[in-house]
């Protein structure tokens, strides 16, 4: 018999027994679901690699050339030129409807390709020419076809108009990949959406479509019949740039009509089914009606959003998917299924599992720096439910449990849940919170609403009904939905591999993996006298590298507008809407930057076991130290043991560690308020890691916390190091608690792994619950959990076709255990388990 | 050469990595990629990255080549570059070409012109 | 030589008689669907594979 | 110290790190450049423990009695 003849003769029951929840899910979904959960290519990379099957997307390329060549006859702003190029793509590309779908849309031309926009950079373009996995079949000829596509675009991409615009120095150190992640451009990076514009069914794209055209005229009549002065020149760039936006909502509107046709076509003249007749005329309707107006039922609102993100993927490679899914689509779902009773709880189930479907099918290339720090995804798609409303009443829904339940049918790894906790969250919601965490799906993450409201007030100056609007820009970070508020591009180079900080103190500044003078010059740490001297290295070196790389965010903020315009995220921004400005433009924002900090508690860490084995117990002396560094440890290994077991770690409650960490937060709290973004608001600090962990362990070298070049790095945030939390878990909340949540950075990652047998049952839910009252009680922003036991992981490791389906924590999103790296896989089986109660 | 000068080379260096390995397609006996010297850069994918014993000065394709061993930064090349002349060209004993696990820059050569 | 108008895969356009979509049956490892590509009625499909006359 | 899998001999440093199996643990994972195994060594003597195969961790369980950290 096979495994799964056998599977399915076990009860639904003695799978949950088994906390087979994968299996559970299988037998207990709909047929439809089943199918289409089961229709998806998954996009996310195994270290370096895409999953066998999945190929990169020519189609982008091929049609950006034509219309490139096209349009060298036109003399056309460059926004218009650019809006021109996406809507050829749009109008011509291939589009498909998958069997039982009644959601429609992909990024790219087919359900296994990942899209590539060859305009982006030459890097990612050599990237692909050197792929030995995705080139498409027949390999031999797409090899040659990628290779005209890189000639083609050598010269004429984003990378070579940005470059020269930036300091050299900063550039190339940003290039070198050591300290920051990928280029400072504002197609590249985390785009939020101006929902309160867009998504509360007030507009649609043809009203929008309407507005523009009256302020084209106008501003027309302004330049020819006003008498001309300095007053009426920016009408000029402000007439291109609406009537880009023009030209993006209008392909948008065409482009969704093409799916109506399609659907209205395959409907009649090939489906032989009646029920799927049905749906795919539904579908139809649907696409007829959005994105052009708005959406009248819950099935058109989210056919709506989807449409609206998958456009904004096609102008930009969006490494997230900032989204409040049960917030706008919530009043659909209560007319639907509360009010006019036209769809059952399960069929809108059905329909919102789908969308998490086509979500997670979304696939953009990465350059393997992206791929290996977010493995196993295409980019941290984590959606925000719960919270409260602008006026702070809970604004939780029945949507909200119908995400949660959709997405424990479905069992994808991403998108991913946040809950926006708060005391009015009512116990229904938070039971299916913890049932998603209890099967194993690593979400949703647990956030503190009014802490992270106030935080918003404190570091960006939002005001309460702004910041109440707040959703995840990316894993993290919290950032408002508003005209004003909302972030247009979040560029990821301001991602810092804070371990660098503590690495650069010993080496000076030298980067010995990139070969280059990361960092700033500081005094030889072999001649230091006291702890004071290393943390004044310390903080030049953090200064050096916070510094570099918001100076060319900045710098790439600032020239956004001009070198990399976004006409679509533009046309569905009120403030670019109104102004005629591009959306990326600072004058029109509120500022709400921040600095992801990779890799941070190694430099608590590494601090505390300088004092205290250094300078206080007298030891070692800074020379060994430096010298056993230098060697990596190697020939050191009974002294590295002495600084990982006999120096306070962080997470045991030991104020000698926790205060250093505090200091080093509130010396970057400091420099973060000096620090302005373009907008001229704050730049805090904000630690988690996604894989970056990984990607980053042969980059940084041996620490004085014990680790050498090539283990892994803590796990993220503030997350203790891995098996170095040893007093349990309210040790762990307490160190954590002794961080102001509110005014020493942004957010703090917290990874939790707790027992799956240990919480199971009625029993399992009034533990977590008291465990979340300690945590919000100590004013904590976030904590996340995996609830899968080491027996499951290993045996998923020895089996992976098994264990296909398992699901894991990494850190800011989840993945399939089977899609990371094995030494992905040994580092989230290394983190303590925590038993509580 | 001033700083400033230097990042120019660097920058020249690692743009110009992006043509030269694809344009030529002939692979030489000893390349950069092969050598235990050479670190691959932290972005990796398009095949650029750095020595260990070289500076910035350095130029290894010229003849005779230049050798830099004094400068701060190193001597930024790629994978495909022809080693051939240089007398710092120690050969790998390991290549680490299995893609799926994380990059580490001293062994790993995943990129497909280095598959055979 | 054939042309896509006479293929039974081209679906003409509602707007202009010269555009139409190619609708094809695709069945892939993961799952079947169908796709669309725009193409003009005048295109020659003498070297297409999935060419059958009406 | 020799590779168990194949037999190949060379100082420590001669087999490429990988990486820990738990950090305050004298025990790292490395690999042999002739045969390829990945083997976990102890650091402190120099010496190969066992090859390591797809779900075997080296490390055993992780901190706190029983695989569970408890308040203490």
């Given at each position: 018999m096979t495994a799964e003849a056998a599977r399915n003769l076990e009860?639904?029951?003695?799978?949950?027994?088994?906390?087979?929840?994968?299996?559970?899910?299988?037998?207990?979904?709909?047929?439809?679901?089943?199918?289409?959960?089961?229709?998806?290519w998954k996009k996310g990379a195994i270290g370096g690699l895409y999953n066998p099957g999945v190929k990169v997307d020519l189609e982008f390329g091929l049609l950006a050339m034509e219309s490139w060549n096209a349009a060298q006859v036109l003399a056309d702003p460059k926004v218009i030129q650019f809006a021109k190029h996406l809507a050829h793509y749009l109008d011509n590309k291939t589009i498909f409807i998958t069997d039982h779908a009644q959601l429609v849309g992909y990024v790219g031309s087919l359900p296994h390709t990942v899209f590539w926009d060859p305009t982006m950079g030459e890097m990612l373009n050599e990237e692909i020419y050197n792929d030995s996995t995705a080139i498409p079949e027949p390999v031999e000829e797409s090899i040659k076809t990628v290779a005209e596509l890189c000639d083609f675009w050598a010269g004429k991409t984003m990378q070579s108009e940005i470059l020269p615009t930036f300091d050299i120095e900063d550039m190339m150190k940003v290039m070198s990949g050591a300290v920051g992640w990928g280029l400072p451009m504002s197609r590249t990076g985390y785009s939020?959406?101006?929902?309160?514009?867009?998504?509360?069914?007030?507009?649609?794209?043809?009203?929008?479509?309407?507005?523009?055209?009256?302020?084209?005229?106008?501003?027309?009549?302004?330049?020819?019949?006003?008498?001309?002065?300095?007053?009426?020149?920016?009408?000029?760039?402000?007439?291109?740039?609406?009537?880009?936006?023009?030209?993006?909502?209008?392909?948008?509107?065409?482009?969704?009509?093409?799916?109506?046709?399609?659907?209205?076509?395959?409907?009649?003249?090939?489906?032989?089914d009646s029920t799927r007749r049905e749906e795919l005329l539904l579908v139809a309707e649907t696409c007829e009606q959005v994105p052009a107006k708005p959406p009248r039922s819950l099935q058109e609102s989210l056919q709506y959003d989807l449409f609206i993100q998958l456009f904004s993927r096609t102008e930009a490679v969006e490494g997230a998917w900032p989204s409040r899914p049960d917030y706008y689509h919530g009043p659909y779902y209560q007319k639907d299924v509360n009010e006019k009773k036209r769809l059952t709880e399960q069929a809108a189930i059905d329909l919102v599992g789908e969308f998490l479907i086509r979500a997670a099918e979304v696939g953009q290339y990465k350059p393997r720096w992206t791929k290996e720090g977010l493995q196993g995804i295409d980019g941290t798609w984590v959606w925000t439910l719960g919270g409260v409303n602008k006026d702070g009443s809970d604004a939780c829904n029945d949507l909200t449990i119908a995400f949660m339940k959709a997405a424990r049918q479905v069992r994808v790894a991403n998108p991913t849940f946040a809950l926006r906790w708060h005391p009015e969250v009512r116990d229904e919601v938070m039971r299916e919170a913890f049932e998603c965490i209890r099967h194993g799906l690593g979400y949703p993450s647990i956030r503190n609403d009014p802490v992270l409201i106030e935080n918003a007030m404190f570091w960006h100056g939002h005001p309460v009904e702004e910041a109440r609007t707040w959703l995840h820009q990316a894993c993290?970070?919290?950032?408002?939905?508003?005209?004003?508020?909302?972030?247009?591009?979040?560029?990821?180079?301001?991602?810092?591999?804070?371990?660098?900080?503590?690495?650069?103190?010993?080496?000076?500044?030298?980067?010995?993996?990139?070969?280059?003078?990361?960092?700033?010059?500081?005094?030889?740490?072999?001649?230091f006298m006291d702890f004071e001297e290393v943390k004044t290295a310390w903080s030049a070196q953090m200064e050096s590298i916070f510094g570099l790389l918001v100076r060319v965010v900045n710098r790439g903020r600032a020239t956004a507008p001009k070198t990399c315009p976004r006409p679509y995220l533009s046309a569905i921004s009120e403030r670019s809407v109104e102004t005629g400005m591009d959306v990326c433009d600072p004058s029109l924002s509120r500022g709400n930057a921040w600095i992801t900090g990779f890799t941070w508690v190694e430099n608590a860490d590494s601090l505390a076991a300088v004092k205290k084995l250094v300078f206080d117990d007298k030891k070692y002396t800074m020379d060994q130290l430096c010298d056993a560094l230098e060697a990596d440890w190697e020939g050191h290994e009974a002294m590295r043991l002495d600084f990982v077991n006999n120096a306070p770690k962080w997470g045991n409650d030991?104020?000698?560690?926790?205060?250093?960490m505090v200091w080093c937060l509130r010396d970057v709290a400091r420099f973060s308020k000096e620090m302005k973004c373009p907008s001229g608001n704050n730049w805090p600090l904000l630690p988690e890691n996604v894989s970056g962990n990984i990607h980053y362990a042969n980059m940084v070298g041996a620490l004085p916390n014990g680790r050498r070049l090539g283990d892994a790095l803590y796990d993220g945030g503030i997350s203790p190091g891995p098996g170095l939390d040893k007093k349990g878990p309210t040790a762990v909340l307490k160190s954590c608690g002794k961080i102001n949540h509110v005014e020493d950075g942004r957010a703090f990652l917290l990874n939790?792994?707790?027992?799956?047998?240990?919480?199971?049952?009625?029993?399992?839910?009034?533990?977590?619950?008291?465990?979340?009252?300690?945590?919000?009680?100590?004013?904590?922003?976030?904590v996340q959990f995996n609830m899968v036991s080491d027996e499951t992981l290993r045996a998923a490791q020895s089996d992976p076709e098994k264990y296909q389906e398992v699901i894991v924590r990494v850190a800011g999103y989840s993945a399939?255990?089977?899609?990371?790296?094995?030494?992905?896989?040994?580092?989230?089986?290394q983190r303590t388990v925590q038993g509580i109660g | 050469m001033s700083r400033r000068d230097e990042l120019r080379k660097v920058q020249a260096g690692r743009l110009s990595a992006q043509r030269a390995p694809k344009a030529t397609q002939v692979k030489a006996e000893k390349i950069c990629g092969l050598c235990s010297n050479y670190s691959e850069g932290a972005f990796s994918g398009e095949g650029a990255g750095s020595c260990r014993i070289l500076k910035v000065k350095s130029d290894i394709s010229a003849d005779p080549p230049k050798y830099d061993l004094e400068s701060t930064d190193g001597y930024q090349t790629m994978n495909l570059m022809d080693a051939g002349k240089c007398q710092y060209y120690e050969k790998m004993s390991f290549v680490d070409k299995d893609g799926t696990e994380c990059s580490d820059p001293r062994y790993r050569r995943s990129m497909r012109q280095m598959q055979d | 030589m054939a042309e896509c108008r006479e293929c039974k895969s081209f679906f003409v356009s509602e707007d202009s008689p010269e555009k139409g979509d190619c609708i094809q049956r695709v069945v892939d490892p993961r799952q079947a669907y169908y796709r669309s590509v725009p193409v003009n009625a005048d295109k020659s499909a003498s070297q297409c594979l999935n060419f059958i006359k009406k | 110290m020799q590779c168990m899998e194949c037999g190949f001999e060379a100082p420590i440093s001669g087999y490429r790190y990988l990486y820990n199996a738990r950090i305050d643990a004298s025990v790292a994972m490395r690999q042999c450049p002739a045969c390829q195994a990945w083997l976990a060594v102890d650091q402190l003597n120099e010496k190969p423990l066992q090859a390591v195969g797809p779900g075997q961790a080296p490390w055993g369980k992780s901190a706190g009695i029983e695989n569970l950290a408890e308040d203490r």
């Open positions: 009860s639904v029951e003695d799978l949950e027994k088994k906390q087979q929840w994968w299996w559970v899910a299988e037998k207990t979904r709909s047929r439809r679901l089943d199918y289409l959960r089961k229709a998806i939020g959406k101006d929902y309160e514009y867009l998504m509360t069914g007030k507009r649609a794209f043809q009203d929008i479509l309407d507005e523009l055209n009256q302020k084209i005229e106008e501003a027309d009549y302004r330049i020819h019949n006003e008498t001309p002065t300095p007053e009426i020149l920016d009408l000029y760039d402000k007439i291109d740039c609406w009537e880009a936006m023009t030209i993006m909502l209008e392909a948008g509107m065409r482009h969704a009509k093409r799916y109506a046709r399609l659907a209205r076509t395959l409907a009649e003249q090939f489906e032989a993290m970070s919290p950032a408002p939905t508003t005209k004003h508020g909302f972030q247009p591009m979040r560029m990821a180079s301001a991602t810092a591999n804070c371990a660098k900080i503590i690495e650069y103190v010993f080496t000076r500044g030298f980067d010995k993996t990139v070969n280059m003078q990361m960092g700033a010059l500081t005094d030889d740490p072999r001649k030991d104020d000698y560690v926790d205060d250093i939790q792994r707790l027992s799956p047998s240990q919480l199971a049952g009625e029993k399992g839910f009034t533990m977590w619950k008291a465990y979340l009252k300690t945590w919000a009680d100590l004013g904590l922003d976030h399939h255990f089977v899609d990371i790296s094995r030494k992905t896989q040994d580092n989230i089986i | - | - | -």
